[in-house]
């Protein structure tokens, strides 16, 4: 059974509209998400070597991810983690053992059902994996 144009009409109105509104939403969430980030940076300062460090980082990053997910992009990834990472890898707890944090996004990568969660994962595994190249040269540069 078909419907009929009016019905069709006032169906498309409401999904423009309840569109219109997750979109104007998400830009609220994300908004309030920079907010706090650019008072707290999750990266703004070295940590000290050890795991309970290395395990808040990895927090930080399925946290970040998370956002990442509600928002429909990766702009605070970039901007919170991958670029203050880029400029200065000597701020993760590990910096020496990057592939650490690689091996643990690729099982964090395995275990998720989430193929948007996994789109961001691997962004971010293949921006650690730069990150580990450059370490990498650099000591055999030496």
């Known amino acids: 059974m078909r419907t009929n144009d009016s019905e069709s009409r006032k169906v498309l ?3 423009n509209s309840l569109r219109n509104e997750i979109m104007q939403t998400r830009q609220q969430y ?3 998400v920079n907010s706090f980030y650019s008072q707290n940076p999750p990266f703004g300062k070295a ?3 050890g795991k309970e460090n290395f395990a808040q980082e990895l927090e930080i990053f399925v946290e970040i991810i998370a956002h990442c997910l ?14 203050p990472l880029r400029k200065t890898p000597g701020i993760l707890s590990r910096h020496d053992k990057i592939d650490m944090y690689m091996k643990a996004i690729r099982k964090k ?15 971010l595994a293949k921006e650690l994996n ?11 540069s030496r």
Not at 113 to 123: H, P, Q, T
Not at 133 to 140: D, G, I, V
């Open 130 to 140: 730069i990150i580990y190249c450059k370490s990498l040269a650099k000591k055999t």
């Open 109 to 123: 990568f395995n275990s998720t059902k989430s193929e948007s969660e996994r789109f961001y994962l691997a962004k």
């Open 70 to 83: 509600v928002i429909g992009d990766s702009d605070i990834l970039y901007l919170y983690v991958v670029n």
């Open 47 to 49: 940590r000290e070597r």
């Open 30 to 32: 994300k908004n309030l």
């Open 13 to 15: 109105q409401s999904i």
